[in-house]
C-alpha cells in the first residue's frame, strides 16, 4: 500500500488562478517548482488545462500531472483526454471530477491505465453530501486516489472517508485547504502563531496546510494561488515536523 502514497508533500491548484493568463500561468507554476512543489491538480472545468501544460514545458520531469475527466458524454470524455495527452504528453493521475459519470468511465480510463499512459486514477468531489456515493466508488477498490476538501472548518470527510482511503490504501488528495481563501479572511496576529514556529510555520496558510498534512491518512493537499510568491510560501509547509494533536487542536481554534 505504501506505493501508493504521493507524500506527505504541497501541490498547487490552479481553480481560477491562471485566469487566462499564460505568461502568469508560467511564473506561478515556475515559482513553485523552484519551491519544489511536484503534483499539479487541474481540469478542463478550470481552463488551466494548455496553460499549465505550456509551463510545464515538454521535458517535465520530477513533474506529476492530476487532471479530471468532467461529462457525462463519452465522446467528450475521450475529447478531454486527447486534449490532455496533446498538452501534458502523458497523464500521472485522472480523476473523475465530481464523480461525474464515474462507472461509464472506469472502463476506458482503466485501459488507458493498462496501456501506461495513465499511471492513477482517481475521483472528486466537493460536496459532503455525495460522500456516501465516493465511498462506495472507493469500495470498487478501482481508484488509486481520492480528493475531498479538508480544513478546520470542513471536516466531513473525517468521519467515513478518510477511515476508509486508509484502510483500502487509497491516497488523499486535500481540496480547498485554505476554504477557497474564507480562512484567510481574518488571520491570526503574528504572536498568536509563535506556538508553531518549532514547526517551521510563519504564516496562518502555512499553519492550516500543515494542519492539514499533519493527519498522517493525508498525502497531498493542493491550494491554489495567483501569486507566484505564495506559491513558495505555501510549499514551505510540506516539510516536517508535522504538528501533533496539540498543534492541530491550537489551530482548530485560531480557526474559529
Ligand atoms: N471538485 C473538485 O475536484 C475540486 C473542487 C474544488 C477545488 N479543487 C482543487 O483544489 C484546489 C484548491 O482549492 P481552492 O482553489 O478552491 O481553494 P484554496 O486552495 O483553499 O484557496 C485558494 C485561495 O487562497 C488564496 N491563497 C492561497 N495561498 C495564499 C497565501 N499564501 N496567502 C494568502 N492567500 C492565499 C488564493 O488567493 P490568491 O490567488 O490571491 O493567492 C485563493 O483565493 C483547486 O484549485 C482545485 O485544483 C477541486
Redesign the pocket.
Known amino acids: 500500500m505504501e506505493e501508493r502514497r504521493l507524500g506527505p508533500v504541497v501541490g498547487l491548484?490552479?481553480?481560477?488562478?491562471f485566469r487566462g493568463d499564460a505568461a502568469l500561468a508560467t511564473r506561478i507554476v515556475g515559482a513553485a517548482r523552484e519551491a519544489g512543489v511536484r503534483c499539479f491538480?487541474?481540469?478542463p472545468m478550470y481552463s488551466s488545462e494548455q496553460a499549465l501544460g505550456a509551463a510545464l514545458g515538454d521535458d517535465r520531469v520530477g513533474a506529476t500531472v492530476l487532471t479530471?475527466i468532467w461529462t457525462s458524454s463519452p465522446d467528450e470524455a475521450r475529447g478531454q483526454y486527447e486534449d490532455q495527452l496533446a498538452w501534458f504528453g502523458r497523464v500521472e493521475l485522472e480523476q473523475v471530477?465530481?464523480l461525474v459519470a464515474w462507472e461509464q468511465h472506469l472502463p476506458w480510463l482503466e485501459e488507458e491505465r493498462e496501456a501506461g499512459r495513465i499511471d492513477r486514477l482517481g475521483v472528486?468531489?466537493?460536496s459532503p453530501s455525495t460522500f456516501d456515493e465516493l465511498a462506495r466508488a472507493l469500495r470498487t477498490k478501482r481508484f488509486d486516489t481520492v480528493?475531498v476538501p479538508l480544513n478546520p472548518r470542513e471536516r466531513a470527510c473525517e468521519r467515513e472517508l478518510l477511515p476508509l482511503a486508509e484502510e483500502l490504501g487509497i491516497a488523499v488528495i486535500v481540496?480547498?485547504?485554505?476554504?477557497?481563501?474564507a480562512l484567510?479572511r481574518e488571520t491570526p496576529a503574528a504572536e498568536a502563531l509563535a506556538p508553531l514556529r518549532d514547526f517551521g510555520v510563519e504564516?496562518w496558510?502555512q499553519a492550516l496546510l500543515k494542519w492539514a498534512l499533519s493527519d498522517r491518512r493525508v498525502d497531498l493537499v493542493?491550494?491554489?494561488?495567483?501569486?507566484p510568491e505564495?506559491a513558495a510560501?505555501?510549499a514551505a509547509a510540506g516539510e516536517p515536523p508535522w504538528f501533533g494533536r496539540e498543534e492541530r487542536a491550537y489551530v482548530e481554534r485560531l480557526a474559529g
Open positions: 491548484g490552479t481553480w481560477n488562478t491538480d487541474t481540469s479530471k471530477h465530481n472528486t468531489h466537493y480528493q481540496m480547498e485547504p485554505l476554504g477557497s481563501g484567510l504564516t496558510p493542493i491550494p491554489a494561488t495567483s501569486k505564495r510560501e505555501n
